[in-house]
């Protein structure tokens, strides 16, 4: 057996004997993007998951079940206003056109955004004032990714959890987002450059 063969599998087994020690726990920013109740049980299952797992999580929204061991709520309930048992015929007479729906969308979530952004804690954190350092921002993207501008600042990566709603999103930050067909899209896969470009604008929009 030549010396060569002999390293190898001494270095081999050694690997395999190599005791990888676990990661600590992170520090996780969420924020609910959208003040309505259905959605928040969904988040708010993926942070009690978490919590459950050690990490700490600090979360923006309108919807205050109280603070526990490793979990703190930021109430944004006057800045967001929160949409409970809201009228399913309502909802479907009124956004049911596409053309109407998207635009209300898009605009409340980004109007939503602003407001979280000037929260003064909010502003502590991405000037950097606060004690608590984080590692993750979670959100749910609502036709806007606007939390997405948080992650950027603080420089630490976005998740972007399944969202409770059939709308086309993304599991990561996506470069231009071309390669991503919406639920709007009239045409799939986009091949063509004018197949692509509306995929493109309302990430950079």
């Not at 919590?51 to 006057?78: A, I, L, N």
């Not at 053309?99 to 003064?120: P, Q």
Request: glycine residues 4%; contains cysteine; negative net charge.
């Amino acid at each position: 057996m030549s010396s060569f063969v002999t390293v190898l599998i001494a270095f081999s087994a050694f690997s395999t004997l190599i005791q990888w020690t676990p990661v600590d726990a992170a520090n996780i920013l969420a924020v609910e993007t959208i003040p309505g109740k259905s959605h928040w049980n969904v988040m708010r299952s993926v942070l009690r998951a978490l919590t459950e797992r050690g990490h700490t999580v600090t979360v923006f929204t309108p919807f205050v079940d109280g603070d526990r061991d490793g979990y703190m709520e930021v109430d944004v309930s006057e800045q967001m206003v929160p949409v409970v048992g809201a009228n399913l015929t309502y909802l479907m007479e009124t956004f049911g056109p596409k053309r109407l729906f998207f635009s209300f969308a898009a605009n409340v979530t980004r109007a939503d955004c602003d407001k979280i952004h000037e929260h003064r804690l909010m502003a502590d954190i991405m000037n950097g004032v606060t004690e608590r350092k984080f590692e993750l921002v979670i959100t749910e993207p609502f036709m806007s990714e606007c939390v997405a501008y948080v992650a950027s600042v603080l420089s630490v990566p976005i998740m972007v959890y399944v969202v409770p709603t059939p709308i086309s999103t993304f599991l990561e930050r996506p470069l231009t987002g071309a390669q991503t067909r919406r639920s709007s899209a009239t045409c799939c896969p986009a091949e063509a450059f004018l197949e692509r470009s509306p995929s493109v604008l309302p990430t950079r929009c």
